[in-house]
């Protein structure tokens, strides 16, 4: 019977569980000192990668500028020139860069009387400051942000006092000159904190807090760039919030992370750091947002907690923050966040800022003494992941042309256009034989190009029989392999190479045709490792019955032996729903658990049906024998000893039922037909009469003795039984190559 449906609902399943686990792991790089004279800077990177810092210094009362190109370093801090105007911590300088490289600073002086700006492209020199804004009253004018929406353009926001109340107000400036002023605010109270980031494809979005008499919330506004201002919308978190900041991937989704206030019996506290997104006009949690920060309390210590964000070009959205002035970080990736983690360095850090790059993110925060420092944060190239993998028919048949469908989800930490090939071997990948390649384009049995689903109908013409083992193997755009599905890897001290494991499947186990079987199963992302440190073993199995019941317990074998460790389909074990077929287990394992048990392991699911008999083991495809006798016609090789010149060329026809009057014997005389009269004599293996003929008719020689070498008669193996001891298509019975590693490029 073919089994040949698979729905998309099973592979949007294993992703939805495959997410739910994966979590972005950077690794960071030791601090850099930048430059003197705050413990508060900005951060900005323009295109190709370059990070620039900006800062005031609160001794000589300049803007200072520093710049390191991607993977470069700082190079040695400069004064924008006419820049000390004596600005201060709270009214600090700000940098944003334009497509073309342009730099764009803005900052505020000491008396909260003017907003400046000045520029410099990349050849050139700074350009003087201009005042953008001069008040003629206090509180007068502060905090201003800028963005940079195309070449030569600034988009300026900042806190503008007018009549009684504080405004948001905007300022564009195109190639240096200044355009009108706009207050954007509409909440008639003071609006303070204001930010901006530019949108990817057209205008930019501003965020800023409006407070009153027990009122503090979060406003936002877009531009567009061809319909103008678009309406305030408030975001509805309850309490207060305060410091907010603005990051953007995907037009028109901006990103939002701000701290939120409650007023508690002992004053107001920091109730956290929260989060929201806005798509198609609406806001996560209907403006409430989501907590991303641990605790329902954040001790601030001597620097507030003021979050910050940034995307990077693989869509990771990094978030950070100080808690008792320890730089705190948590990534959401693939719109799933990893765990709240702290960055290893010294404790004293202050107004951590954050930008993206590649795949990097630069982190830059001041110290009690007044120092820039810098680090990077760099997600590494990764190996692709093969989650599950299955023959959507596990059984073939030999001595004929047939096809193998085989189907694999792909995950890849870089993304999906980093997963260069996914290949099919027969045996294991090191001295086993490609078979075929598998698609990811909507062509070839899966879903839709790009999805991270491969698959392939590849054909095949095997000759043998029983239970082969099948290899799916991935590699990435930089020859980065992946573990190979369905082999379970425990990775020692020696992450290069592995050693050749004795300790895997077998072969020698009898199915039931009519039993369930393992369809699809895989580790999702399973990483387990000896040490110090616990890790966690996830199994995943689609089982399916081919009477249409449901299949009733998958179990886990090794070395040809049911352990009787259970997967579950009862909805709480890393499966789907309970009942539909879905089976699941999700173990941790302690530290050191794994202590010396480090290599590459084969172990083997079976699906039980309710009358106690299991399937085709996962992850064999199975080899039907064809379903007729092998009996080929041979002819017999007749070998003459001719003395003389003379050549005979004979054909011996073994006949295909025995003389009814014959006496089988172990030699016998075929009666042979000829011209001549030689002598022949045959020795055959069947007990059947040979007749030879000669085809010509030279003089013969005396004697000649050929030898008549019919085929016997083939018996099939049965079906669902595999002779013990069988070898895998390699040759090799039970056994990983020595040496494999995922990290080795294919060759």
Not at 569 to 589: C, V
Not at 630 to 644: A, E, I, V
Not at 688 to 709: G, K, L
Not at 710 to 728: L, N, R
Request: charged share 15%; glycine share 10%; net charge negative.
């Amino acid at each position: 019977m073919k089994y040949r449906t698979i729905t998309v609902s099973i592979w949007i399943w294993i992703w939805a569980v495959a997410t739910s686990i994966q979590g972005s792991d950077y690794t960071f790089s030791q601090e850099t000192d930048v430059g003197f004279g705050n413990d508060s800077c900005d951060l900005a990177v323009s295109p190709d990668g370059t990070s620039h810092v900006v800062w005031t210094h609160l001794s000589d009362g300049y803007v200072y500028h520093a710049r390191k190109s991607a993977g470069g370093s700082w190079e040695s801090a400069e004064k924008i020139p006419g820049s000390n105007n004596f600005g201060w911590q709270f009214s600090r300088a700000r940098a944003a860069v334009g497509p073309d490289g342009t730099v764009h600073v803005v900052w505020g002086d000491s008396g909260n009387m003017k907003i400046f700006y000045s520029r410099r492209s990349e050849y050139a020199s700074w350009s003087n400051p201009i005042i953008l804004y001069r008040a003629t009253q206090q509180p007068g004018c502060s905090k201003p942000v800028v963005a940079s929406t195309g070449s030569g353009t600034a988009e300026i926001i900042f806190e503008r006092h007018t009549g009684n109340i504080m405004m948001i107000t905007h300022c564009r400036i195109t190639d240096g000159i200044p355009g009108q002023l706009t207050d954007i605010s509409t909440c008639q109270t003071n609006n303070m904190d204001p930010d901006i980031c530019a949108d990817p494809a057209a205008g930019f979005h501003c965020a800023w807090i409006a407070t009153g008499s027990g009122y503090i919330k979060i406003h936002y506004r877009y531009y567009h760039s061809a319909f103008g201002w678009m309406n305030e919308e408030i975001l509805n978190h309850p309490g207060g919030s305060g410091a907010p900041d603005l990051s953007i991937l995907e037009s028109g989704k901006p990103h939002l992370v701000w701290a939120a206030y409650m007023n508690g019996p002992s004053g107001w506290y920091v109730d956290g750091i929260w989060h929201a997104a806005r798509q198609d006009g609406t806001w996560t949690g209907s403006g409430t947002g989501e907590r991303i920060s641990l605790g329902d309390q954040i001790i601030e210590g001597d620097g507030p907690a003021v979050p910050r964000g940034a995307f990077n070009q693989t869509g990771d959205f990094m978030v950070v923050w100080t808690e008792t002035d320890i730089i705190h970080y948590r990534v959401l990736s693939r719109d799933q966040w990893n765990e709240v983690r702290l960055i290893p360095l010294n404790r004293n850090r202050y107004w951590p800022e954050i930008e993206g790059g590649n795949r990097t993110f630069t982190i830059c925060s001041g110290d009690p003494n007044r120092h820039i420092q810098s680090l990077e944060a760099t997600l590494p190239h990764s190996e692709p992941i093969i989650l599950a993998a299955g023959f959507m028919d596990s059984r073939v048949m030999s001595w004929s042309m047939d096809s193998i469908q085989v189907m694999a989800a792909v995950s890849d930490p870089d993304g999906v256009d980093d997963i260069k090939s996914v290949f099919l071997f027969r045996g294991d990948p090191v001295f086993g034989e490609l078979l075929g390649t598998l698609h990811d384009d909507g062509m070839h049995g899966d879903f839709g190009p790009r999805d991270m689903i491969f698959a392939a109908d590849i054909p095949v013409f095997l000759t043998e029989s029983g239970n082969l083992l099948m290899t799916v193997l991935a590699e990435d755009s930089t020859g980065n392999l992946s573990e190979p599905w369905p082999f379970l890897i425990i990775h020692g001290t020696d992450k290069q190479a592995y050693p050749a494991c004795s300790k895997n499947g077998t072969q020698s186990s009898e199915f039931d045709i009519e039993a369930p079987y393992i369809r699809l199963a895989g580790y999702l992302y399973s990483y387990l490792e000896t040490g110090s440190s616990p890790c966690r073993l996830y199994l995943f199995a689609w089982a399916v019955n081919p009477s249409g019941l449901p299949p009733d317990r998958v179990t886990l074998f090794f070395e040809g032996s049911d352990t009787g460790l259970e997967l579950y389909d009862d909805g709480k074990h890393t499966d789907g729903a309970a009942g539909d077929g879905f089976f699941g287990l999700d173990i941790e394992l302690p530290a050191h658990s794994l202590d010396g048990a480090d290599g590459i392991y084969l172990f083997e699911l079976g699906a039980w049906s309710s009358e106690g008999s299991h399937g085709l083991l996962w992850p064999y495809l199975h080899v039907d024998p064809p379903p007729f006798t092998m009996t080929p016609t041979r002819s017999p090789t007749c070998s003459p000893s001719p003395t003389g010149t003379a050549t005979a060329t004979r054909t011996c026809t073994p006949s295909p039922t025995p003389s009814p009057t014959e006496t089988p014997s172990p030699t016998e005389t075929p009666t042979c037909t000829s011209t001549r009269t030689p002598t022949l004599t045959c020795t055959s293996t069947s007990t059947s009469t040979a007749t030879c003929t000669p085809t010509t008719t030279p003089t013969p020689p005396p004697t000649e003795t050929p030898t008549c070498s019919p085929t016997p008669t083939e018996t099939p193996t049965p079906y669902g039984h595999v002779t013990p001891g069988q070898k895998f298509s390699t040759g090799m019975p039970n056994k990983v190559g020595s040496g494999y590693s995922p990290r080795n490029r294919l060759s």
